[in-house]
Structures are given as C-alpha cells and as structure tokens.
C-alpha cells in the first residue's frame, strides 16, 4: 500500500524548517548509501551528525507523533531519524532497493526498514522532474506532493527519483520498523480503523462501534511484534 497522508508538517512549519536548512552545508548524498544505491544516487545531504539535522528531524518526529493517520498506517515501533535530500541540476537517485536492515547513532542495535517515507519540502511548481517513483507489480508510480505532505510505501519496492531539470527539490527521507510485520495485515488493520473512524463521526458510539472497536485492538494485539 502507498499512502499519502496530507499536512504533516503546516506551511510555516515548512518555512521555518527550510530557512535553518538552506543556510546549512550541504554534502554528497552517498555518505549514508550502500555500495548499489552508490551507483546510483547524484544528490546532496544535510550531514546526519550535524546537531541541526537532529534539530530537524526532532521536529519532524514531533510532527508524526501527533498525526493519527499516520499512527494507524504504519503502526511504527522504531523510526531512524529523518535524514534530509536535495535535489538541483539534474541531479536524480536511479531505482535502489532500501537496505534490509540498518543502524544509527545511538541506537541499541539494529532496525527492520519495514516502511520508507518521504516528506515533501518544496512546493511542486518550484522545480521539474524530481518525481518519487515507485515500481510495484501494478506498474510504476510517481509520486510528487504539496510540501508538508508525506507518502509512505513498501520498503520492499524498488524506486527512484527522476533528474530535477529545473529548480530544487528539498526533502526529508527516512525509514520505520513497524509494530506489525505484514504488510497485508498492517492494510487490513488501516482500513478497518478508518472505518471505525468514520462510522464513530456518523453515529457518535454505539454498541456495534465498540464492538469493532474492541476487534480491532484484540486483532492488534494478536499481531504486534513487540
Ligand atoms: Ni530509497
């Protein structure tokens, strides 16, 4: 499943955030790439050590932490800490695979990429090209949003990011060990709570809105790996 989920971060938040960014030195994208992605990848990077990308990617994790929607998709155990991109002058990262598992700093050991995310820092009239793409068994899909607005997809998928052939595309990337495993299980879960969701803002709650209430979490429950 790839899911958009709007407004993560609102529009001075961007502003905000994009300022301390565009003052900061920015190095070669391939300082946190394994050797395929190397081969691939043409695009800068704000330094993962730098006490300002831990600055940014606190904020972005506070911005998650109070996204409902964004809860119930991934059902996150672990995150590793957004890292941040760009993306000028033709610059592109070709199809790569997300490495399996990965480490960071301060980390106590290692962590499963059950899910890749991508949060949109540029407005999408200010640059050309730069599309996330992403191939499935369905085809390939581009993915280009408002900034604020993250997408979230299978870490299994192959993707890239198509050259920028004018402007900048500013970006933050990173990945999350999900609570639930299975892809299938974790939509299914999704989907039967924004269903609750919307039966509980018709009806307010009912006996039967508890009680799907109440199957969703022992399903939950039945499915965490914690
Ligand atoms: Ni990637």
Not at 55 to 82: I, K, Q, W
Not at 141 to 146: F, I, M, T
Not at 177 to 191: A, K, P, T, Y
Request: glycine share 8%; net charge negative.
């Amino acid at each position: 499943m790839m899911l958009h989920i709007p407004q993560i971060l609102q529009p001075d938040e961007v502003r905000e955030m994009r300022g301390r960014m565009d003052a900061a030195p920015w190095i070669d994208g391939r300082a946190t790439v394994g050797a395929q992605g190397a081969g691939v990848k043409r695009n800068r990077q704000l330094d993962e050590n730098a006490q300002l990308t831990q600055s940014l990617a606190d904020a972005v994790l506070r911005a998650l932490a109070r996204n409902p929607t964004y809860f119930s998709a991934a059902l996150p155990l672990r995150t590793v800490p957004p890292l941040f991109n760009k993306y000028a002058s033709a610059e592109t990262y070709g199809f790569h695979v997300d490495g399996a598992v990965r480490t960071f700093a301060g980390s106590p050991g290692w962590l499963r990429t059950d899910l890749s995310a991508t949060l949109f820092l540029s407005d999408p009239d200010d640059y050309e090209g730069g599309e996330l793409t992403v191939r499935d068994t369905y085809g390939e899909h581009a993915v280009k949003l408002p900034a604020g607005d993250l997408v979230l997809y299978p870490a299994s998928s192959l993707h890239c990011v198509t050259p920028v052939t004018r402007g900048e595309r500013t970006g933050c990337f990173f990945w999350i060990q999900s609570m639930v495993r299975d892809h299938g299980r974790r939509q299914m879960l999704f989907e039967l709570d924004q269903t609750i969701q919307a039966l509980h803002a018709q009806h307010g709650e009912t006996e039967h809105t508890l009680a799907l209430t109440n199957h969703y979490h022992n399903l939950l429950r039945e499915w965490t790996e914690i």
